[in-house]
């Protein structure tokens, strides 16, 4: 069980097939995935409002529509936001994608991208990825796969396997990332994912954005089963 306002989350998007993104980041941070500060902005004249709830310039934009589950696709991110006025031409430009309810601004994040990923297969249950994320992950391939339930043991060999194990571990005098941070979050999406069941499809944090200080997952996309 996720609870009442977890449980809520979850039926009110059910008619999308996935759930909206400001909608996801309160489910994981309900169950203790670390997200960036956010603003859910459905109205123009909450700039002042939004900008101060994430603390400050520069934010990053992005389209709420559960007609853009692919949001870069359809133009609708804006990262490096630094002014008001920017920010209220986001708005303007954002509204013309079909089903816009709003921007979600958040604070901006830097860092190493990783992606943490979780999802039921009908035949081996629950599962759940790490790898190296971004735009490339796709290119690269660089992930692994394991059966959930994950203890931090599994999570810290899941990480040895990656090919880009370094970007994790740090080299050339880079300090290495925040790898407790990193650890909590894939722990988090494996309990999640059994939770869920066949509830949903999958579960998509891409990037995880880690720096030595802290993992944060940047981005989330939960796809609702059929």
């Not at 300090?175 to 069941?197: F, K, N, W, Y």
Request: hydrophobic share 45%; net charge negative.
């Amino acid at each position: 069980m996720l609870g009442p306002e977890l449980e809520q989350i979850i039926t009110r998007n059910q008619s999308h097939g996935w759930i909206l993104e400001p909608d996801a980041k309160r489910l994981l941070s309900g169950v203790g995935v670390p997200v960036p500060q956010g603003f859910w902005m459905k109205a123009k004249k909450d700039v002042a409002r939004a900008v101060h709830a994430v603390g400050g310039y520069p934010v990053a934009a992005k389209v709420v529509s559960p007609r853009a589950l692919h949001k870069t696709e359809l133009h609708g991110v804006a990262l490096g936001v630094g002014s008001d006025s920017a920010l209220s031409a986001c708005f303007d430009r954002f509204s013309e994608i079909e089903g816009f309810q709003g921007l979600l601004v958040e604070e901006m994040i830097s860092g190493r991208e990783l992606i943490v990923g979780g999802k039921n297969d009908t035949q081996f249950g629950a599962l759940v990825l790490i790898g190296i994320g971004g735009t490339g992950v796709e290119i690269y391939g660089d992930t692994t796969l394991r059966m959930a339930p994950l203890t931090d043991t599994d999570v810290r060999s899941m990480i040895r396997c990656l090919k880009g194990r370094a970007l994790v571990e740090g080299y050339r005098g880079e300090a290495p990332v925040h790898l407790d941070s990193l650890i909590q979050i894939v722990l988090a999406v494996s309990e999640l994912t059994i939770r869920l069941g066949d509830r949903i499809e999958s579960i998509d944090l891409n990037p995880v954005i880690c720096s030595p200080e802290r993992c944060t997952a940047a981005d989330a996309r939960i796809i609702l089963a059929v």
